[in-house]
């Protein structure tokens, strides 16, 4: 089965600061979704990533996936306290339902003011 | 606005009852939906995949006749924790895909077993 891991666990930035988070797979990746949430409530898409090499960005967020599609990072440029929440990549991998997503384990983003 | 809609957003119940939970899709034809589970400070795990109209296809260590999936139109899946018990206090939330192949996701139901 296809595993997740998240790095870091937990971030703390300052406002202002850029950070990247990670999320590697141990197999190919044949979809890869980027979601923030807060807990107890449901999940905000950021982006979705299925190319190797492909870059999409959405206001401070970029999102990108490498050429062997086993990894992709999230970087946050100038942080702000709204930023703050916990990321979850979800993977869809090859031969399952479209829609059945993997999720790593989260990664928990405090932004101080 | 949500195309996938959940409700309840919370619920409280006695231990020993049943607690049904409804994922709708609004503006497609949902052919499949996916629910999941999410305790506190855990990532999500999908419990089972929803087909329409057939039975749904449970994850492995998930108890099917615990959490009864019922996917009986093309707009609405239901999730049924019956017997529900401290341990199922979590939070459940469902996904929705069709045609299109986008992916919707509710925004998920808060369980309290008491």
């Known amino acids: 089965s296809q595993e997740l891991e998240q790095s870091p666990q937990s971030l703390i930035v300052q406002e202002g600061k850029n950070l990247t988070i990670n999320c590697t797979s141990s197999?190919?990746?044949?979809?890869l979704y980027w979601y923030k949430q807060k807990y107890g409530e449901g999940l905000i898409f950021l982006m979705m990533?299925?190319?190797?090499?492909e870059e999409k960005s959405h206001e401070k967020i970029t999102a990108k996936l490498d050429e062997k599609k086993q990894q992709s990072s999230l970087h946050i440029t100038a942080s702000q306290p709204s930023h703050a929440g916990i990321y979850l990549c979800?993977?869809?991998?090859?031969?399952?339902?479209?829609?059945?997503?993997?999720f790593g384990q989260g990664t928990i983003l405090t932004v101080h003011p | 606005g949500a195309v996938v809609s959940q409700h309840p957003s919370r619920v409280i119940c006695k231990s020993g009852t049943s607690v049904k939970i409804e994922c709708r899709s609004l503006?497609?034809?949902?052919?499949?939906m996916f629910w999941y589970r999410q305790f506190p400070k855990q990532s999500l795990m999908l419990m089972a995949t929803?087909?329409?109209?057939?039975?749904?296809?449970?994850e492995q260590g998930v108890e099917k006749d615990k959490f009864l999936i019922n996917h009986a139109s093309l707009t609405l899946s239901t999730l049924t924790v019956t017997s529900a018990h401290p341990e199922d206090s979590s939070f459940y939330i469902c996904?929705?895909?069709?045609?299109?192949?986008?992916?919707?996701f509710g925004s998920g139901t808060q369980l309290s077993v008491l």
């Open positions: 996904s929705a895909t069709g045609a299109n192949e986008k992916l919707f």
């Open positions: 197999k190919t990746l044949y979809g």
């Open positions: 990533l299925q190319k190797g090499g």
């Open positions: 979800g993977a869809v991998s090859g031969g399952t339902s479209y829609g059945k997503l993997t």
């Open positions: 503006d497609f034809q949902a052919t499949t």
């Open positions: 929803s087909n329409e109209g057939s039975k749904a296809t449970y």
